[in-house]
């Protein structure tokens, strides 16, 4: 991917400066070249955009906390490729009037872990048990460069103090239910719903200060269509609410870029006052953009180039590989915690519900987890599970997964159930032209081994 912008419209240069009236910005013509830079930068923006909003929406607003009992299933539409694999506690704050400061309590999991995602979906991971964390309760303090009641000054009660890059975050928890084990699941659930949030006025006992009110550009049903409907809109929301840094080259070509058409940081959004481009192109580009990244998921090669640089802070990724896990599948851990390794078709074709596949693990093939490893499948396209009666999406230890005698698995995509199968091996597809992928996760991978490896290719069924 280009790391400048790379082309501009009639009246402006590549510095972003321009001698454009409103009335000039009425009316750009934009290059196909000039298109598909705007929506390629955009993109990481638009996916935290629609899921952090959604997910706002879901559990009744911000500064709340919403704690998983049970794992996530197909009524699941705000975000493409969920787990199913572990449970969430999902916190969206709002850090514009005061810092919100979460309590959290010690974890009996052998895995769990926070990560903290803005708009700009750069990804922070400041507590895992990879590193010991989650041992003790603690309170953790969170606020953004915006946020006008704090100045980074020490707050007696608590332990840690987090930066975030926006006004409007999600925190996010994942955390191994052990699901086999019920009296061990239901103590993590216990342990779960008492994550809670508390402004810095109230944690110090004073009255809670009102927000003030917010208005939300709409959300889209998918975040192409927040492309063909009101992309500057957001952009400008996003804009004012999202820190950039001066140092950072992606942070000012899109500034750059999006200050040719009218929006910039501070700016109140008016539809007189910016550019008037063509919404059908700008659909047409994002749904052509999503369509050959979605295709190049299925590179083996490039997406392990892209792992290392996946879900990664701001200044330790690049914009191919954002561009990449926005489309696929937003908001996962860096590799130390997980990595995503591709899972191909043996004959280099894609899924298809029309088919039924299988996938053979040896004892010695099996992933290189140093906490748990699951396999989820998705319909292609949306990144959502595949519903059926058996809520069954994924296996793996806490879906649940049945080892051969020889301690390897074979897992089956399938419309019925094979004889001999275990049922928690057996993936349920409805026969009909639907494009599938599957995910596989490996949580606290080991790194020595892992170049070593080689994820599993799937086989088609001979019919």
Known sequence: MSQSVTAAPQGTDAAGTDDQTDADRADVAM?????????????????????????AATIGGWNACDADTELKDHTTREIARPNNDTLYISCLLDLRTDPVILRVPAFDTDYASLMITAYDHYVNVPLSTRVGDFEKPLTLLIYSE????????????????????????????????????????????????SVTPVTLSTFIGKPALPAEPVDFPAVGETDVAVFGDNLFEVMQFVFNHTTFSQDNPEDQSILALYKYFGIEPGNTFDADKVANIDKDRIRDMAERIQKETLASSADAEKMA???????????QTDLETLLTVSVFGPIGLPMEEAVYPSVSTADGKPMNAMHDYVLHMSADELPPAGAFWSLTLYDLKNGFFIPNERKKYSVGENAGMKLNDDVGISIYIAKEKPDGVPEENWLPIERKDLDLSLTMRVYVPDLEKLPGWSPPKVERVAE
């Open 305 to 315: 180039q892209l792992q290392p640089k996946m879900f990664q802070p701001k200044g």
């Open 146 to 193: 915006r946020t006008q009641n704090y100045d980074g000054e020490p707050v007696e009660g608590v332990d840690m103090v987090f930066e975030a890059s926006g006004d409007f975050v999600s925190a996010v928890f994942r955390v191994m239910p052990h699901s086999q084990d019920k009296d061990r699941f239901a103590k993590i659930t216990e342990q779960m719903k």
């Open 31 to 55: 290059s196909d070249e000039l298109l598909e830079d705007l929506v390629t930068r955009s993109y990481q923006y638009v996916t935290m955009y629609n899921v952090n909003n959604k997910f």
